[in-house]
């Protein structure tokens, strides 16, 4: 029996990422690349979304029919790759220079959330594994660049890695999202501006004892004409908070200390069954609804007197002035 074994195969877009798959033999020469096939798909998603990119559609903007793709990218999955890996590139800094590996991870979770700024529709594309792409694996190993003298494991150092980019994706995928939101023409109804009166009548101490303060100040959704949607201060509290957590970890290690146990979940809250329970709980939210239209009659008939006051002043005035 033969020890030899066969050259292992990838797949072709992988191939194609790596620079190692043949180029079709026939169809256009020069005029046509895999290169300009995936910069006019990421055109288009960067403008329009990655629901926008289909095979038919980069072929018109390049001014060639769908066929002439098919001999350089074999099928939509394919090129979605292909973009991605383009989109991932990063410039890894200089090894030379001398920095903390906080500092070192802060800068390489920052370089691929430039990423997902520029190029929003990454965050759409489902993680299906590993990465073995080239400009994915240059992420990784950068990474592991600068955690390499934390007293980690190999797969504490992974495990950490999958904790920064899935803030990172997280983060993203909102951010673009919240911006979407704000910039359509009904702004103020998808955000909630314009529930925010509403809102702080309905979030009442009683029922919301903790959220309702912070709705009144302002905490959970902006009131309006208070400026838009910022995120960098909310993604920078959240990356120092991931980094205190690694740090800890590490110092634990440093000092010999017993691995956290995992912590025990409490027992999951049912509603109580009782049917007198659920009736008491639904006349409970009845009587606020009560209250609250009482509340709003009540300034109502206040604005109203306020209103007849000062028509009565008014009317008394101009009566004084007739008698001059």
């Keep these: 029996m033969s020890d030899e074994r066969a050259d292992p195969e990838l797949p072709r877009a992988v191939a194609l990422a790596w620079g190692v798959a043949a180029n079709p033999q026939r169809g256009p020469k ?4 895999i290169e300009r096939i995936v910069d006019a798909a990421t055109e288009i998603a960067d403008a329009e979304g990655l629901g926008a990119v289909s095979m038919s559609r980069v072929a018109a903007s390049l001014g060639f029919t769908t066929m002439s ?7 939509k999955d394919d090129l979605i790759l292909l973009m991605q890996e383009s989109a991932s590139e990063v410039p890894v800094p200089d090894e030379t220079h001398e920095h903390g590996w906080r500092e070192g991870v802060t800068a390489w979770v920052l370089a691929i959330r430039a990423n997902h700024r520029a ?19 240059v992420i990784v190993d950068w990474f592991l660049r600068e955690v390499r003298d934390l007293p980690l494991s190999d797969g504490e150092k992974m495990s950490a890695l999958l904790l920064a980019t899935s803030y990172v994706r997280a983060t993203s995928a909102q951010e673009r999202d919240l911006g979407a939101a704000a910039a359509a023409p009904d702004r103020a109804d998808i955000t909630g501006e314009n529930s925010f009166a509403a809102l702080v009548e309905l979030v009442t101490p009683e029922r919301f004892p903790y959220l ?25 509290f959240g990356l120092a908070r991931i980094l205190d957590g690694i740090e800890y970890h590490v110092g634990r290690v440093e000092s010999g200390a017993p691995a956290s146990p995992p912590a025990d979940l409490p027992p999951q809250l049912e509603l109580p069954r009782d049917p007198k329970v659920r009736e008491a709980a639904k006349a409970r939210r009845e009587a606020e609804r009560a209250l609250r239209e009482a509340q709003k009659r009540e300034r109502e008939a206040v604005k109203h007197a306020l209103e007849r006051e000062k028509h009565a002043r008014e009317k008394a005035r101009q009566k004084a002035q007739q008698g001059k």
């Design 119 to 137: 190029h929003p529709w990454l965050v759409d594309i489902p993680i299906s594994g590993a990465p073995i792409t080239p400009n994915s694996l």
């Design 69 to 75: 793709l098919y001999r350089y990218v074999t099928s």
């Design 212 to 236: 309702s303060p912070l709705l009144a100040a302002g905490g959970y959704i902006a009131p309006p004409g208070t400026g838009d949607f910022e995120s960098d201060d909310d993604f920078e």
């Design 30 to 33: 020069r005029e046509l690349s």
